[in-house]
């Protein structure tokens, strides 16, 4: 109960800043992200991720970042099992603390369809999560017209309903503009599921800004 009041305060929070963004200094970004997971590990989890979410920076009198606001919607398809495993509804705030390093915190309510004895040992259920996202980011090549950037990430999710740390995550990639409204991503992943199995992958997503 009490995540479920953390998450709509937040998504209350969060649609009045992106209501009245006209105080905003930059105008919000539309992002609808398309990614697909492979599983190395063969582990039945293949996945098609769709997340669409809206990008809102605020920044001071001198127009210095203060901080972004990004509230999402996120689904995922296990295609080896043909289920629409998992949607999840939140918002992050985060802030670049120097141009090659962000860090961000998620709280998000995930709706879970996974059937789960194919591949965990947890009781299916509904949930709320907060996510911790830790980001370092550099240009790869410091010439003129190549945008290819290198990044890092790590993610800790722990899940408010329980009050335990759930997964581990940390990924390793590039990401490419292709031109001004799409970029696309190649990265691997490794998923560390707390106290369950883990999984390695490698993503290929595609993002369309607007």
Known sequence: MRGRLILLSVLFSSFMASYSYASFNKKPELRWQNTFRYDTRGKHQDLYISRLSGRFTYNDTLDKQLFKLEPFFESRLNTSWDIWERYELGCEIGKDIF??????????????????????????????????????????????????????????????????????????????????????????RHVDRIHDFDTDNIEISATLIF
């Not at 860090?103 to 309510?109: E, M, R, Y």
């Not at 591949?119 to 949930?127: A, E, F, L």
């Not at 722990?158 to 590039?174: F, K, M, P």
């Open 99 to 188: 141009p090659w390093f962000y860090i961000g915190q998620t709280v998000h309510q995930a709706w879970v369809r996974e059937d789960y004895k194919h591949y965990s040992r947890n009781k299916r259920r509904d949930y709320t999560e907060a996510r911790t996202r830790i980001l370092f980011s550099h240009d790869l090549f410091p010439v003129k017209n190549v945008m290819l950037k290198g990044f890092a990430l790590a993610e800790y999710n722990y899940d408010l309903s329980a009050g335990a740390g759930v997964r581990n995550e940390v990924a390793i990639g590039t990401t490419a503009p292709l031109c001004k409204n799409l970029e696309a991503t190649l990265n691997w």
